[in-house]
């Protein structure tokens, strides 16, 4: 099985920008669909964005499209989403997640998580 860490999480004011990393170990992650997902305390884990094995295909959550860019490189085995345009609301931890079966939006069809990294955004 894969184990997935994350990293480049911070603070970061209103507009600015922040590169997350998803580094994976033990198997590749050429065999997974990969996935971005963030959780704010209290409330239910929610879809960010997913790329498909190959990389060549991409969905993101309505609420990040045209700010957010999912890629992997499983050349280096790990998967990055840039972050750009930042809001205070989207202040929330985020994981990722891979999935052996199908792209999906659901985080209960996701086997594998990471620990999550931080994202806070100022007014």
């Known amino acids: 099985q894969v184990q997935l860490v994350e990293s480049g999480g911070g603070l970061v004011q209103s507009g600015g920008s922040l590169r997350l990393s998803c580094a994976a170990s033990g198997r590749t992650i050429s065999a997974y669909i990969m996935a971005w997902f963030r959780q704010d305390p209290g409330k239910e884990r929610q879809f960010v964005a997913a790329?498909?094995?190959?990389?060549?295909?991409?969905y993101y959550a309505d609420s990040v499209k045209g700010r957010f860019t999912i890629s992997r490189d499983n050349a280096k085995n790990t998967m990055y989403l840039q972050m750009n345009s930042l809001k205070p609301e989207d202040t929330a931890v985020y994981y990722c997640a891979a999935t052996d079966y199908v792209l999906s939006i659901k985080n209960s069809q996701y086997r594998y998580w990471g620990q999550g990294t931080q994202v806070t955004v100022s007014s």
């Open positions: 790329v498909v094995r190959s990389g060549d295909v991409t």
